[in-house]
């Protein structure tokens, strides 16, 4: 399963973008997913997760502004909205697959996406 994401770039702060990932193949099972961004010079970062169900969580820093979702069984989207130059980071999704039934899962990542936000 190869994911592969898309819609980063550049906006200016206050602004909005949305991110969408996709996962190709045809798995027994997705999971979670969600999305993890890193900056320069800093730690890797949980930005925000879905679960199969459709339950999220966010990180602090960008509860109220971002909203994730699932679009379908294989596609979650991030909108993030009143972007800060704080947000400016290599945003990566990923994805809990079970590639059959009596597989073991792994974790799938993206190549990640670059969102830069100019203040």
């Known amino acids: 399963v190869q994911l592969v994401e898309s819609g980063g770039g550049l906006v200016q702060a206050g602004g909005s973008l949305r991110l969408s990932c996709a996962a190709s193949g045809s798995p027994f099972s997705i999971f979670g997913m969600g999305w993890y961004r890193q900056a320069p010079g800093k730690q890797r970062e949980l930005v925000a997760t879905?679960?199969?169900?459709?339950?999220a969580n966010y990180s602090d820093s960008v509860k109220g502004r971002f909203t994730i979702s699932r679009d379908n069984v294989k596609t979650v989207s991030l909108q993030m909205n009143s972007l800060k130059p704080e947000d400016s980071a290599v945003y990566c999704c990923?994805?809990?697959?079970?590639?059959?039934?009596?597989?073991?899962?792994?974790?799938?990542w993206g190549q990640g996406t670059q969102v830069t936000v100019s203040s």
């Open positions: 990923h994805a809990d697959i079970l590639p059959a039934l009596r597989s073991l899962s792994y974790r799938a």
């Open positions: 879905i679960t199969s169900g459709g339950q």
